[in-house]
């Protein structure tokens, strides 16, 4: 069993396709009108398609109960590059307890969007400000193998 691809569905496919262009940098790499798979994996089905694929009419949007994850290299910069557009925020800019910093958001259609820092990057940054390898295994909550993988 593989997973392929996770799949949202949109009541306007252009506003999706250039929310995930803009905001995210997504691209189209398939498309086959009322479904389009971005970079990633991700897929954006219509609304009107899904309903008839399924059978249903009752589709609801704005759940919280499921969010499309995204790491980011560069989270600061990712962070101010978002003051760039009309967001709404889930919460804006957090650390968790493991150390990672991260922002959920909504996408047009209520779909939940966190994008937090690269794990990597998170170790790196405690490396850089002195922890030590130890003390940074157990400030993030991993294992020590994974902190020495990323002082490589």
Known sequence: MVLKNSLLVVSDMDKSVEFYKKVLGLRVIADFGANKTLTGGLCLQTLESWEELIGVKEITFSGKSSEIYFEENDFDAFAKRLENFDIVYVHPVKEHSWGQRAVRFYD???????????????????????????????RMDVPIKFVNSCMR
């Open 108 to 138: 047009p259609d209520g779909h939940v969007i966190e994008v937090g820092e690269n794990l990597k990057a998170v170790c790196r940054r405690f490396l850089d400000s002195g922890m030590t390898p130890e003390q940074a295994a157990e």
